[in-house]
């Protein structure tokens, strides 16, 4: 069982930044492709970005250009730094990690785009 906390999120203005991280309590953190999802009331959850063991990064396209996943595997961390947030962004932010057989889902943590 691995378990993932989130941290970050908050309400934002338009034009805005924050920075989410996701703390994993495995030993073997390196192994698993990371990623951020979001959901939006009445929307269904979607992948914002993942990274995988190797470090190759993946991003939605609402999210290219303005977000950046990276990962701390001596930290056993995952952050995205979302930059140029639109109101659009607005939902829960879920860090997920996942093999090919197996994956876990953070508690998420809300941001809010709003002027």
């Known amino acids: 069982q691995v378990q993932l906390v989130e941290s970050g999120g908050g309400l934002v203005q338009p034009g805005g930044s924050l920075r989410l991280s996701c703390a994993a309590s495995t030993s073997i953190f390196s192994i698993y492709t990371m990623g951020w999802y979001r959901q939006a009331p009445g929307k269904q959850r979607e992948l914002v970005a993942d990274i995988t063991s190797g470090g190759t990064a993946n991003y939605a396209d609402s999210a290219k250009g303005r977000f950046t996943i990276s990962r701390d595997n001596a930290k056993n961390t995952v952050s995205l730094q979302m930059n140029s947030l639109k109101p659009a962004d607005t939902a829960v932010y879920y860090c997920?990690?996942?093999?090919?057989?197996?994956?876990?889902w953070g508690q998420g943590t809300q941001v809010t785009v709003s002027s």
């Open positions: 997920n990690a996942r093999l090919p057989t197996t994956y876990y």
